[in-house]
């Protein structure tokens, strides 16, 4: 045994959530595989798999290879991922659970991938969408878990993230993990791009770990299929989500969901104006649901002010005037270590309601991939230490 390795970290997370009601709910013999890029030198993994949002059981058969391309492995070293000594790994509906420990030999720098194979007709109720220069999957009909390289004719690329949870790497004392927590804008480009910056940066005992599910909000969750997947409010979620072996600290953007969503039973009966937060209504959701959860468990809480929504299709000055109160309480009054202001790094100057030219994806809410650049460069050098 490595002496160097000394305890468990968190290399590579995501949330779990409901996945997107289509017509499609199940799926039966394909496989899923998952290219991850590991952070930290170590020599046994372990996984956690999630069926936390499936209302029935689900069973699949997991793989673990070093990665030669994006659909391919070094199938040498592909091994079974196992659960209470038993290949078959059956998930409970509500239950998360981590694998056995695997021995594993693992440079930093090197990839995994991660291939699911779902055998039997299979309720796909538990995953996340997420998106990114260091997240892209793939599915392929048929069994090819143990294949080098999947069938390019049964293909395709996915950015949804089915039961895979999280990855933990045995490894050295010095390894610490970040949690970025919050909703599509965390989901997207910048938490990746943040990763690559600390490694390039040459900062290698962290690795970031996403959980972030679009569209949720912090005080409110939809029961309705239409809206199923904007996920689980915050006072259910975190909990569950920040827990990751040796994440220190917690980074959290969130909230803008909560301002944006109601418009009335009138215009949408999903979205009363019941719904509606007040700042005050926000701020305590903020410190009870997240601060004080986070500090009880003895991590550092950082707050991400939101950005800039002007021309969003349900804008409204009443709206913008509540960012900019929630924001202000963020940078200036709220009980956290500290505050990156994504809203600064991407607003116009003069117009400080809009995105700078170039930073709006185009819906007036999301960043760009610029502006999620721009995002990743804000976040302190602090948290990359």
Known sequence: ?????????????????????????????????????????GNKLRFRFSNLTGTEPVSFKAFVAKSTGDKTID???????????????????????????LSFDIVAGEKISVSIYLENCTQMNAGTLVTGPLSKGFYSYGNEAE???????MTRNTNWYYFLNTVEIFTEEKNHALICYGDSITAQSWPDYLAIRAWNEGYRDVAIIRRAVCGTRILRQYDCITYAA???????????????????????????????????????????????????????????????????LGMKVWGGTLVPIYNWRTYADFRENLKNEFNDWLRERAPLDGCVDFDL???????????????????HLHPSEIAYKAMAEAVPVELLK
């Open 1 to 41: 045994m490595n002496n160097e390795y000394t305890k468990w970290v968190a290399c590579w997370g995501t949330a779990t959530s409901i996945a997107d009601q289509t017509l499609a709910r199940y799926a039966k013999d394909i496989t899923l595989r998952y290219p991850i890029p590991v952070c930290f030198n």
């Open 75 to 101: 199938v040498s070293t592909s091994k079974a991922i196992s659960l209470a000594g038993k290949e078959e790994i059956v998930l409970e509906p509500g239950i998360e659970k981590d694998s056995d420990e």
């Open 147 to 153: 294949n080098e390289e999947l069938n390019v004719d």
């Open 230 to 296: 904007y996920g689980l409010k915050g006072a259910t979620r975190f909990p569950i989500e920040v827990k990751a072996a040796g994440a220190d600290t917690v980074l959290i953007q969130h909230g803008i969901n909560d301002i944006i969503h109601p418009v009335g039973t009138d215009v949408n009966i999903f979205r009363p104006w019941s719904d509606m937060p007040t700042l005050e209504d926000l701020t305590e959701g903020y410190t009870q649901l997240y601060i004080e959860h986070a500090k009880n």
């Open 345 to 363: 790094a991407v607003r116009d100057e003069e117009y400080k309601e809009r995105f700078k030219e170039g930073f709006d994806s185009g819906d």
